[in-house]
C-alpha cells in the first residue's frame, strides 16, 4: 500500500514535470514537515511545537494540562509573529492560544477539524465590564452581539479594538496564507463595524468580510477565533486538502522559498515519515464526524469547549 501511495504521488509529480513545470514542484514536501489530508481527516508530518508561553502568548492549556501544541511550521510562526506583533501595543494582556494539533495530528477530542496541523484556536482578548480594562481571557467567553459576555462569573466586554486588530495582523501575517478565521456572525458584524468607524484600510476590511465566516457545520465560534491557513503547493501535491477558500490574493504573498525541487529519494523519505496506523492512508471517518454531533461543543469544567 505504501509502494502505491508512493507511486500515486510520484505520478502527481511526474504529471507536474511533464507539464513543463518542474520549477513549481516545492519543497514544501521536505522533512521539515508538513499538512497531509484534509483538517478534518488527515495528519500531520514532522510537526513543529508550540511552547506553552512565549512574547506576547500564553497556551490556554500547556501541553501537560492536555492543550494540542503542535501544528506545521508555518503555522507555528503565523501565532508566533501574531503575537509579538499584538505585543507591541505594550497592553500587558498576552493573546491567550487554544488547541493546535496533536504530534502526529491525526483524531483528537475536542475537535473535528485541527487534525492537519493548519488549525489554530485563539481565544478572544476581553475587557473587565466594570474597570474597562483589559483583562486576560480566562478561557472560552462566549458574548452575545452586544459584545457583553454571556454567563461570565465576572462580566466582561468583547475588546473591540484589540480583537479587530488580531484579526488585522493574522490576515496580514507573512508566509501563510490565511484562508478562513471561523468566528460568530453577529461576532462578525461587530469587529467590521468597529473596523469602517475607526478607519481601517477597505482592502483589509473587504478581505475581513470575506475570510471572516461563521462555520455551518458545528457551533457558531461566539467565544474562540479558529484560524485555518492553506496547504503549501507542496503539501498539496502530497495530498494536503485546504478546507477552504483559495482567496485571489493569497497567489502573491506567497513567499519563494517552496521553490526547491524534491526528487524520488525525498518523496520515498517522506512516505516512510507517515506514522504508524496510517500506512493506509488517513483512517476513515465516521459519518457522525463529517457534521459535528452536539455534544462536541459542550461544557468541560468550567469551559465550553467547541470546534
Ligand atoms: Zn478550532
Redesign the pocket.
Known sequence: MRHALSRKVLAAVFAVSAGGCAHLLPGAASPEGGSRGRPGTGWLAHGSRLPDRGPGFEALRTEAEGGLHFGTDRLVGMVRRVARAMNRDGVPVPLKV??LSALLGGQVTR?H??RNGR???LIFFTRDAAADRPVVAPGFVRYDRNGDSVGAPTPLRFDLARNWRLVETVLQAPDVAVIRV?CAAWIKTLLLDHARRSGAAPWLVERAELVLAQPGDSAP?DD?F?VRIACTPGERVLGCSDGGPLWPWLDKDWDKSDAAPMDDETLVSLMDEIPPGFEHGPPVVAEASAKPAPAMCASVSDELV??
Open positions: 487554544g488547541d475537535h477539524s485541527h488549525d489554530v484556536d471561523f465560534h474562540h479558529h467547541c470546534r
